[in-house]
């Protein structure tokens, strides 16, 4: 029997050929399909509702805002919910990290702003190239698709993509390969074909490209070969930020300070989309409306984004609490992968950007549909699928966490003894 979605929806759908039910409803950290099933959800709109589903508090404020007749487009005009969101943002996370941004509303989605950062450093250098890191993903509009590796993407530009140089991310040849003195090197050599980038672009934990994570070390010797060579560092913060590294940003701990920081996702807490590029004041160089997009002024993300900043981050209880499960999490993972080779399976990731790395992606792709059949959406990223990912809610409680990472264990264990039994 053929569905509606069958018959005039794309062939480019990909999550719902993953989990193939009809979702009706959410609450927290839960999915439920049509015939009332529920499921924890480990997926969390791919990183945008690190708060959960339908959030009490931010529900709260949104249905107040629309009952009350509040502004919902704005394009860049002034608004009473623009201004709490900047107050919000400035006075919890900005003045607190002793950062000084300014925020541009770019258009809704992360790409949007991966644009906006890469246009603005093009003009404020006056030079073309950025250089960005392999296994990187930056969306899939053709100037972020220029710097996002994996070819299944790239390859749908139908042109060929330029104005990026990719170079070996932390780790990608090895402990043994310096990969910042490879691009050091590089840069001051005439010779190498690198041409001086405006920028270096980079994510501090790579999420589609398979939890892969940067040292704190690793961040700063970055951050000082752009102070040396006048190039502008752009962090993609769009899947690891607003919580997911265990900070607000994910390059807190590193110490650094971006000139150009992209956010999305859940940027707005609840799953509405919003993006913003901040930037360093000396690098915001815009003429008015330069760089613009009709949807620039969603306020009700703005009010959930803004009750999101006040629930969650104007104090340390809540990154106390997700530290707690951050370590939970990075336990249990050990764990589950400890039993086996590492060549078959093992844990990797930082915060709560955790998973396991599985020896292909047909078995990371038999786990993922174990884990579904026994109600747990969870997905897998890396370059050939390889990395079964669990980016749940971090409001998610230790009991559900727990529940969620029995069945992955569960999911695990009963694919690899199969796998090993054939085998055998």
């Not at 971006?258 to 004041?281: C, E, H, R």
């Not at 990797?348 to 579904?372: N, P, S, V």
């Not at 990912?389 to 009991?399: H, M, Q, V």
């Not at 069945?407 to 054939?422: G, R």
Request: aromatic share 8%; glycine share 10%; hydrophobic share 40%.
């Amino acid at each position: 029997m053929t569905t509606i979605f069958d018959d005039i929806e794309s062939e480019v759908q990909s999550y719902a050929r993953a989990f193939p039910v009809i979702f009706e409803r959410a609450k927290g950290s839960y999915l439920y399909d049509t015939d009332g099933k529920a499921y924890l959800d480990f997926l969390a709109g791919a990183g945008t509702l690190n708060y959960g589903h339908n959030n009490d508090i931010l529900k709260a404020a949104l249905l107040e805002y629309i009952q009350n007749d509040g502004i919902t487009h704005g394009l860049d005009m002034h608004t009473k919910a623009k201004q709490e969101f900047l107050e919000n943002l400035n006075n919890y996370i900005f003045k607190p990290r002793s950062l000084e941004y300014v925020v541009q509303f770019t258009g809704p989605t992360g790409t949007n702003a991966v644009e906006a950062a890469m246009k603005i450093a093009r003009n404020v250098t006056g030079r073309h190239n950025i250089v960005a890191f392999t296994n990187g993903f930056h969306g899939v509009s053709l100037g972020s698709m220029a710097a996002t590796g994996n070819s299944h993407h790239r390859d749908a530009a139908g042109i060929p993509l330029s104005g990026v140089t990719h170079v070996p991310y932390a780790g990608y040849m090895g402990e043994e390969l310096d990969t910042i003195k490879l691009l050091e090197n590089m840069l001051e050599d005439s010779s190498s074909g690198l041409d001086t980038p405006a920028a270096i672009m980079l994510e501090t934990i790579q999420g589609e490209g398979g939890l892969n994570t940067a040292s704190n070390e690793w961040l700063q010797a970055v951050e000082k070969l752009c102070r040396k060579h006048d190039i502008l560092l752009i962090v993609d913060d769009i899947q690891a930020g607003c919580g997911r590294s265990g900070k607000f940003f994910s390059f807190e701990e590193s110490g650094i300070k971006p000139d150009l920081v992209t956010m999305s996702k859940s940027l707005s807490g609840y799953g509405l989309p919003f993006a913003v590029t901040l930037i360093k004041p000396e690098y915001d160089t815009w003429k008015p409306g330069e760089h613009n997009g009709t949807f620039r002024g969603n306020n009700h993300a703005f009010v959930t984004a803004a009750a999101a900043l006040k629930a969650f981050w104007s104090d340390d209880k809540f990154e106390k609490e997700l530290k707690a499960k951050i370590d939970h999490l990075s336990m249990r993972l050990r764990k589950i992968a400890g039993g086996y080779e590492k060549n078959l399976i093992k844990s990797k990731g930082r915060g709560f950007m955790q998973g396991l790395e599985c020896r292909d992606g047909e078995l990371a792709g038999k786990i993922c549909r174990y884990a579904f059949d026994k109600g747990l959406v969870i997905e897998t990223s890396g370059a050939d699928s390889q990395v079964v990912k669990c980016l749940c809610p971090l409001s998610i409680s230790l009991d559900e966490l727990n529940k969620g990472l029995d069945i992955l264990e569960e999911a695990v264990h009963k694919t690899l003894a199969k796998e090993l039994s054939a085998a055998s």
